[in-house]
């Protein structure tokens, strides 16, 4: 390797990471997706802007030499493989699979609306958009493009807006993890028929079908047997290289028969993220090294490829972001049409698929090397992702603040509290706190929202950050939500992301159809318990008396502003 | 970049870095310097012995396509500037600076003895094995090579030995601190001589000053500004960030005046390793990402390049290995000259430099880029510094075992036993330490003790793991050893690395000559105290009575096995 070419790739490094990390920190600052401004800084630098304002700058600074090009691409390629490997160790595929019913459904009709829509719609596109390839297999590619949403801006917004822990986030999330897989294995099969350049139904068959055996071994012998290994690594060092040499496993094997390597390290992200001996100091590392370093130099190298002026085209980018976000919108607003969501929760839900994000441009990346499409369509793709990454925020945001406003007051339980639970486990602290509810007139017997609130509990965690737990759960036969505060002095472990025991603990229940109520007080009860100050109040109260005027007072004062934290 | 190119990268990855690893680890488990392993793989899997096992199994892993080898090359040049990072980050500039009389002059003469006598040797050395380059700029590379030490192999070996916090040990690293920082400057000058061919009186100068001076600002100003940097930034997914394009832009930089990128890497290294705010998790995620993925693949890759056995020349390999390892010797035996060094410590510490490790091979593998050696020349020198990072763990703990037997107890003053410091901080724990030993009749006064134990301790840290501290200093007329215990029920932050507060503390004094006695009594006090069973015994004791007697009994037991540890 020349001097001079290191030299340039390392200026190339300092300016695309430097000024794509600055760009994205400050897009995370006001809220925003950090990917949008890490694309934003590629175009600035690359055809786009600074080769039309200075081209000798840009020359020299991207000279078209193709080992110089190929330093650049080798490591945007390993940060856009490591970016699906650390989105796989976040597919949490175990609730996903608890919760398969409603998410199945709303997964399934999420993908393939827009994706038959996407379809329809590029059939009657005209030919010189087109790329190399057979209009059909263009089609449907189109179509998968707009149909795969992004999990990472998602899962942010429910947590800014203290949304995580409620069903409504709990579905959004699962049904996000089936949607991924389902997008990219019909992605994968659509790339494998691209390879040989003409739409081929036994071609498809083949691909498909190995496609399936290959996810279906992975996600149930292959989880476990990685389950088992990872739980034998002792040193993190060693669980650091494993997973990485399992992700190049992977993606040799999907390379080899045909699939892209790309869903080989999905699926092994998929496979470690859910060995249950994975320490969260390895998440850590991995996350830090893909987001901190290898994928902003991913996500900033995109604009240096294609000149997104030239390219523009109003009418195809403006039709292509509404399929994208209206087909999205809808699939998931239909495929939740048989749960038991109310209305609010499921036009919340719906909002929450718009978002493209990284994934579609992942994707269109992979599309244009290729050549399933031209550069028109690959800006207009790109521009979709990034719009819908942006309104996704204000538009979920506002949905929520547009329910019609309750006093939280209205539906505490004084007589249920319990100013020091005996139990020191969270199964226990259920049942004492279902017994102390149970007991009221006119609620349930304590049995059943013992058993409703520990399967709620069991799907997944209820532990928010910093010693506070929700448990919760919908209960036939009850006519309004009534939830109820429990505290415990010693503190009792409730598997908290931040490891803290939990020491104030809310019992929520609401009726079958409860309006979105549900996500209403549980994202109240979290805003106010962010605040150092309120838990400091709970956890120093003397009695059970005190505790109940204390926490009243607390709920008198901020306890109206039911309209969530974010608005 | 086309499919097939991708998917041979992948399997070239997985199996340079699965084999690596597992090889690097198995070498480390039998207390081998990993980084052996990790040639060796190369080695195996390059011309030397796959290519002449399977040539066409070798053609199709490592195909001579040129953007193949590049990406392969990228990654490996990625790892080995990042080791230069990261070994960077572990040089203590400053515990070097304050202990600069002794380990100025121990690295000195240490570097320029085997400097000159290679030089020498290079001369004589016939025409075929020079490059392409002048004779006085190849032997002048030469010398340097089997200068240079590494500081990794040594860190460990003294750490296994329980030697890290002796004087010995001190004096040890911050003599390599000063060794690197020395060895990495005259090589990035004869690199810059290199580039023009020729030897070149006043090209030397400029590049030398040129060095000289970015070394000096980035150390000085450099360093006291990314301190200040570094401590506003609050996520650590920023610092990584920051550290990474910190060495990106020391790397432009350095290369960009013609010194080498390697050299710029090596010094952001050192300014952000000084950052008093660099949290211990950020250099986690740094070493893990470099040791764990990058590192091993650079190693291993460097056995791809080269044919070991065509290129093996006996005599020549010989006499290399044989001046590397004495040239050091004997220079960090002189430079330990005038120092009050004990005649078994100055043997120890002069067998401590004699490993040339990963930053030999580094050195090799960028002078046979530059066409500065010839593969004979490359192939010595990998062997010399292989061979020599073989030698020096059981040399070096065979000359510690070779000490006469002392018996610990025999040096242990049960009258000022402390049983419960009233200190809680480390400063008053050291003169309430100091003023009970002081009470005695014939040791000097609690003052000089004091003062003597404080100044040590300012130097560097002397915590252990796991709640054992052992302070300790030099005295004038002291006639014998003498330590004692104290114990501290509450703890004392003795900023330990594990975090852990101090519970036993160990207060050693030995006259200004002590034959080595010094890392004898410290290796077997943190020998003992490594055993969970017998702190448990010490901090359960109940009055000082007991301590004493509990602690007399372990000494009893175990205290005459005074050889080191590891021997």
Known sequence: MPESQLSIFLIQLLILLGMARTIGELFKRYGQPPVVGEILVGIILGPTILGRLSPSLYQNLFPPDPIQINMLNTLAWLGVLLLLLATGLEVDVSTAWRERGPALRIA??????????????????????????????????????????????????????NLLKTDLGLLILSAYAVNDLLGWIIFTVILG????????????????????????LALTIGRRSIDRIISRLRLPGITLTFIFCLGLLMGALTQVIGIHAIFGFFLAGIM??????????TRQVINQMVYAILVPIFFASIGLRVDFIKN???????????????????????????????????????????????????????ALQFGLITHPIFVAIVFAAISSSLLVGPWFSWSIAQRKVINVLDFFLPRATIDDLKSGDRKGAI????????????????????QAVWMREELMGTGLEKGVAVPHARIANLDRPVFTLARSTTGI????????????????????????????????????????????????????EELIKVFTDILRSEGRMVRCAGS
Chains 1, 2 share one sequence.
């Open 272 to 281: 470690a993220g859910g060995a249950r001996d994975l320490s969260e100091r």
């Open 108 to 161: 399934t009709i999420g993908v393939f609306f827009p994706l038959i829509v996407g379809f329809f719609f590029a059939l009657s596109l005209p030919d010189h958009l087109l790329g190399r390839t057979d209009r059909i297999i263009f089609s449907l590619f189109l179509g998968t493009a707009i149909a795969i949403s992004a999990i990472p801006i998602i899962s942010r917004l429910l947590y800014d807006l």
């Open 193 to 216: 028929m691209a390879t040989t350049g003409r739409f081929n139904p036994i071609l498809i068959l083949t691909i498909l079908s190995a496609t399936i055996v290959v996810a279906g």
């Open 493 to 544: 472990d409730w598997d908290c992301r931040d490891g803290s025991p939990a020491r104030i603990i809310f019992l929520l229940l609401t009726p079958k159809r409860e309006e979105g109520a549900q996500v209403q007080i549980l994202a109240t009860l979290a805003r106010i318990m962010s605040q150092k100050e309120n838990q400091r109040r709970l956890i120093e109260a003397g009695d059970k």
């Open 431 to 450: 049942a004492e706190i279902a017994q102390a509810v149970g007991e009221l007139e006119r609620l349930p017997d304590s049995e059943a929202i013992f």
């Open 312 to 366: 523009f085209d109003p009418l195809l980018t403006f039709s292509i972001t509404a399929i994208a976000i209206l087909g999205k919108l809808f699939g998931a607003w239909l495929g939740a049409g048989g749960s038991d969501l109310s209305k609010e929760d499921r036009y919340a839900l719906a909002i929450a698929h718009t978002p493209g994000g990284a994934m579609e441009v992942v994707i269109a990346v992979v």
